[in-house]
C-alpha cells in the first residue's frame, strides 16, 4: 500500500465516491467534483486519482453490467472500503480539531 495522507482532491473524490453511493462511476465523480466545486474537473484527473486511492487501499471498484446506451460498455462502480471511511474520518477530525483552535478574536472582524 502507498502513502495513507490524503491530498485535498484525493479528499474532494473520496467524498463525492461517499456522496453517490451506488451510482459512484468516473463520469458522475466528475460531474459532481464539477458542480459542487466550481472547477473544471478533467475526467483523466479524476480517472487518475480513483486508480490512486485504490491502490491506496481506500476504495475498492467493481465493473456493473454491460448496457445499450454505452454501446455495451460496463461502467467501472467505486466504493469506500473501510480504510477510506477511516481515513475520511480522521481528516475530518483533524480540521475540525484546527478549526476549533482558532480564536475567537480572529473572526470578529471579518
Known amino acids: 500500500m502507498k ?3 490524503l491530498g485535498e482532491f484525493e479528499e474532494l473524490v473520496l467524498l ?3 456522496a453517490l453511493t451506488n451510482e459512484a462511476y468516473s463520469v458522475a465523480i466528475c460531474d459532481e467534483l464539477s458542480n459542487h466545486t ?6 483523466g484527473v479524476v480517472h487518475a486519482v ?3 486511492l485504490e491502490e491506496k487501499g481506500l476504495l475498492k471498484s467493481e465493473l456493473g453490467e454491460a448496457t445499450n446506451a454505452r454501446g455495451g460498455k460496463r461502467k467501472r462502480f467505486y466504493e469506500l ?10 481528516a475530518k477530525s483533524m480540521r475540525d480539531q484546527l478549526w476549533a483552535r482558532i480564536p475567537s478574536l480572529a473572526w470578529k472582524n471579518m
Open 16 to 18: 463525492t465516491v461517499a
Open 38 to 43: 466550481g472547477r473544471s474537473v478533467k475526467l
Open 50 to 52: 480513483l486508480n490512486r
Open 81 to 90: 472500503t473501510m480504510q477510506g471511511k477511516t481515513a475520511l474520518i480522521n
Open 3 to 5: 502513502g495513507t495522507n
